[in-house]
């Protein structure tokens, strides 16, 4: 399975911005799905996820503000921003998991977001 990240960029405080994950090869063989971020000095944390049925879950700090989804036609994973923070600037990084109990098992080259103030 390969994943990659589109969308990154430089955007203000207040704003939005959408993420795309495309993904290609074994796609039957995945599950779930995910956005990761890590910012400089900072671990990597999970942002958001979407499970193979479409239940969703979301991080402290982002919920009510982001939005996970996926488009199995497209075989793409998305991530909606808005209301973006200077404390969201990171590097997201797109993820997928087969048996997503033991983790996560493939990802991306990631994508920069840089929130202004």
């Known amino acids: 399975v390969q994943l990659v990240e589109s969308g990154g960029g430089l955007v203000q405080a207040g704003g939005s911005r959408r993420l795309s994950c495309a993904a290609s090869?074994?796609?039957?063989?995945?599950?779930?799905m995910g956005w990761y971020r890590q910012a400089p000095g900072k671990e990597r944390e999970l942002v958001a996820a979407?499970?193979?049925?479409?239940?969703?879950d979301y991080a402290d700090s982002v919920k009510g503000r982001f939005t996970i989804s996926r488009d199995n036609a497209k075989n793409t994973l998305y991530l909606q921003m808005n209301s973006l923070k200077p404390e969201d600037t990171a590097m997201y990084y797109c993820?997928?998991?087969?048996?997503?109990?033991?983790?996560?098992?493939?990802w991306g080259q990631g994508t920069q977001v840089t929130v202004s103030s």
């Open positions: 979407i499970s193979s049925g479409g239940g969703t």
């Open positions: 090869g074994s796609i039957f063989r995945v599950n779930g």
């Open positions: 993820a997928a998991c087969i048996i997503c109990e033991d983790g996560y098992d493939y």
